[in-house]
């Protein structure tokens, strides 16, 4: 089992940055992916950034050249660095971790961006 919870969501002018957390627990040591995925009102949940054990990265062309995704490994955490936010970018934004072909998530943190 994995355990996955979130920080750093807000609300930010349009411009802005904000830096989301994920912190691991549990059965880290079985994680090969972690990633970010969002979800606004009334759409689907998609994929924002991905980042492999090592640490290959991966990004959707919505975000690309404005968020960054890393891990810090000796503190169990991932980080997504988002700069230039746009109104957009709103939605609830999940830590996402695969191990053993399970896909664990976390409760989401809410990011709004005002224009």
């Known amino acids: 089992q994995v355990r996955l919870v979130e920080s750093g969501g807000g609300l930010v002018q349009a411009g802005g940055s904000l830096r989301l957390s994920c912190l691991a627990s549990g059965s880290i040591f079985s994680i090969n992916v972690m990633g970010w995925y969002r979800q606004a009102p009334g759409n689907q949940r998609e994929l924002v950034a991905t980042i492999t054990s090592a640490d290959m990265t991966n990004y959707a062309d919505s975000v690309k050249g404005r968020f960054t995704i890393s891990r810090a490994n000796a503190k169990n955490t991932v980080y997504l660095q988002m700069n230039s936010l746009k109104p957009e970018d709103t939605a609830v934004y999940f830590c996402?971790?695969?191990?053993?072909?399970?896909?664990?998530w976390g409760q989401g943190t809410q990011v709004t961006v005002s224009s």
């Open positions: 996402s971790a695969d191990s053993f072909r399970t896909k664990y």
